[in-house]
């Protein structure tokens, strides 16, 4: 990883590598509350507990994907930074193009979606003072990178995909970890421009313009989606004709993941 960075590279001292782990999101909440640097970054090569949004879990086997956190320390209130998932998205794609050739979209949130199937995902956690200010934000991507049809657990096997499946190469992990951390500080020099990022985010969201369906507890809601607005919620005019904007729950693609 190292060899694939510039000498220049900000975050290069700040790298910590572990072979298994629980979850880099988890370790690296540890490390920023114990006062780790911003740009501190932890991969591994395999996690035991790796999560993902609305309390899933990410699968995280040994060797074949890229379980990556980095430790974010913007000085400014939650409120400014409702677009940092959105433009981590979007530099995940830029990365990905970089490193292999194929550029995925982005399923609302923060899906990376090739061919209808997932190649990974972002799991953005943000640690705030008791007014709102952001104490530190940890960023975690997962990306499934040499997994074979065949490996993945029967509950995503019908769902998920990897860059081997995607562009039929090995793929160097290395190479690619190296372009995401080039993304990511190129995401963080740029993130005060929110209207360039949203811009980037909607040109990559898949799920703009798509029927969609919303599953919050009991209740499923269909509809289309519409946009995506400044702080990132999706826009969507419903069947009822409510147009309203989304900021969570679980948001399925008609034609995707098995919607239909
Ligand atoms: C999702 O698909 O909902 C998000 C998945 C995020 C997975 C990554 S892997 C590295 C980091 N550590 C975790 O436990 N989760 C994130």
């Known amino acids: 990883i190292l060899a694939n960075l510039p000498d220049t590279f900000p975050w290069k001292s700040r790298i910590h590598h572990f072979d298994v782990i629980d979850s880099t999101n988890t370790r690296a909440k540890k490390m920023a509350a114990e006062g780790a640097p911003h740009g501190t970054v932890l991969i591994a090569d395999q996690q035991t507990g790796g999560r993902g949004r609305l309390g899933r879990s990410f699968h995280s086997p040994a060797g074949r994907g890229i379980y990556l956190s980095v430790i974010l ?55 705030l003072d008791a007014s709102g200010n952001v104490a530190y934000a940890i960023i975690g991507i997962g990306i499934n990178c040499n997994q074979s049809a065949g490996d993945f657990p029967l509950d995503i096997a019908d769902i998920a ?17 190296a372009a995401i951390l080039i993304a990511l500080q ?17 040109q990559n969201c898949i799920t703009i313009g798509q029927e969609i369906s919303l599953v919050r507890g009991d209740e499923i809601r269909h509809g289309q989606a519409l946009d995506v607005d400044e702080s990132g919620a999706l826009v969507v005019r419903f069947d009822d004709g409510q147009v309203q904007p989304v900021q969570s729950g679980e948001v399925s693609i008609r034609g995707m993941y098995g919607y239909v």
């Open 73 to 127: 320390r913007p000085q400014c209130h939650a409120s400014e930074l409702m677009h940092l998932t959105c433009a981590t998205g979007a530099a995940m794609c830029d990365a990905v193009e970089s490193a292999c050739g194929i550029r995925p979209g982005i399923k609302w949130t923060n899906d990376l979606v090739f061919q209808k199937r997932k190649l990974g995902g972002i799991l953005t956690e943000l640690s």
């Open 186 to 202: 190129h995401m963080w020099d740029t993130l005060e421009d929110v209207e360039s990022t949203l811009l980037r985010y909607r």
């Open 161 to 177: 995909s990897s860059l081997h499946l995607c562009t039929s190469q090995t793929i160097d992990r290395a190479t690619v970890i």
